[in-house]
């Protein structure tokens, strides 16, 4: 069932790139929607699930929120070492020219989070045909946001359309592979956890220091502004629903 399920997440993914290629004569209305969607996704998905799924907290802080932080302090450094290496090979000799591996790695953090959402489609079905039902609709309606961010994250650093096609399928097979692995093994919870909360800091890294400059620097319209609002108050909706 929890496969069966993964499967219309196939398609939401498929769909949220989709849009996501479609809207080109509007790149910073695209840019605005997806980091809302990405700043959503983190405070009011991820992280939340985060800390009720880490476990204890370490030195009186949830251990969640540790490595979430630790996820936005590597994000930082990952984007500025390989920055000066591009900058070292002479690939990047104007002061903020985009570094295409920085947008591969933030789609490849997307497959994983894609991955992890089928596993835990699966672990939820493993408890209850109902607690399933309502991951379902989570996984299934944000990996639409996904999708687009995925598509979205890659292009805009610069890669061929190409790759940014091969991370997006990429992301639409995650979740059906997840799901799929939960037929032989169960995750421990903390674990899935201490992922989310780390992953949660990278990608309100890329959404805080990049996607969004990027959308309000150029066209710094209300427009801009209000699509970055719609994103985050799309996923406030998809969270209120599958609650």
Not at 7 to 36: P, Y
Request: proline share 3%.
């Amino acid at each position: 069932m929890a496969v069966f399920v993964a499967l219309g997440a196939f398609l939401m993914t498929l769909a949220g790139g989709w849009v996501a290629q479609r809207i080109t004569d509007r790149r910073h209305l695209v840019l605005g929607l997806a980091g809302g969607l990405m700043l959503g996704v983190v405070g009011l998905d991820l992280l939340p699930e985060a800390i009720e799924a880490a476990g204890e907290p370490v030195f009186g802080v949830p251990a969640a929120l540790l490595l979430f932080v630790g996820g936005f302090l590597v994000a930082h450094l990952v984007e500025r070492l390989l920055a000066v290496r591009q900058v070292a090979h002479g690939a990047a000799g104007r002061r903020g020219e985009r570094v295409p591996q920085v947008g591969l790695t933030a789609a490849a953090a997307m497959v994983g989070h894609s991955l992890m959402d089928g596993v835990a489609l699966g672990a939820a079905f493993q408890v209850s045909g109902s607690m399933g039902v309502a991951v379902a609709l989570a996984v299934i309606s944000h990996d639409f946001a996904d999708g687009f961010n995925t598509y979205t994250l890659t292009s805009l650093y610069g890669n061929a359309r190409r790759k940014a096609l091969l991370m997006l399928f990429a992301a639409a097979v995650a979740p059906v592979v997840g799901a799929a692995t939960t037929l032989l093994f169960t995750l421990p919870e903390e674990l899935l956890g201490g992922y989310l909360g780390f992953f949660g800091g990278a990608l309100l890294y890329l959404a805080a220091a990049e996607i969004l400059p990027e959308a309000h620097h150029t066209h710094p319209a209300r427009s801009t502004l209000l699509c970055t609002i719609g994103g985050v108050g799309f996923i406030w909706l998809v969270v209120g629903i599958a609650e």
